[in-house]
């Protein structure tokens, strides 16, 4: 069956940086969007940043210039470099995506990581 397996979480001080990855493993066939997502407290999971399989990169407002979303499509991996954090990057961090595995499409989460920043 498919996994994502989410490492990278912690705590750490305000200005610091986490770096996130999520390693994807089963039978499939086809990797394709990829994305982080983070969710606080009595919140809606929201979108962080995404990457196709071809490598275009999106991310959420607030974390332009800071985060960088990456792949490597042949290790399947996605990692996620966060920099110059700050106290509201605080919350759950999910590895996302849509893969192709025995012949279906579906989307794929992770458990989820911790990720807190201190003032």
């Known amino acids: 069956q498919v996994q994502l397996v989410e490492s990278g979480g912690g705590l750490v001080q305000a200005g610091g940086s986490l770096r996130l990855s999520c390693a994807v493993s089963?039978?499939?066939?086809?990797?394709?969007?990829a994305a982080w997502y983070r969710q606080t407290p009595g919140n809606q999971r929201e979108q962080v940043a995404s990457?196709?399989?071809?490598?275009?990169?999106n991310y959420e407002d607030s974390v332009k210039g800071r985060f960088t979303i990456s792949r490597d499509n042949a290790k399947k991996t996605v990692d996620l470099q966060m920099n110059s954090l700050k106290p509201e990057d605080t919350g759950v961090y999910y590895c996302y995506a849509f893969i192709k595995s025995n012949g279906r499409l579906s989307d794929y989460w992770g458990q989820g990581t911790q990720v807190t920043v201190s003032s």
């Open positions: 089963g039978n499939i066939l086809g990797f394709y969007v």
């Open positions: 990457i196709t399989n071809s490598g275009s990169t």
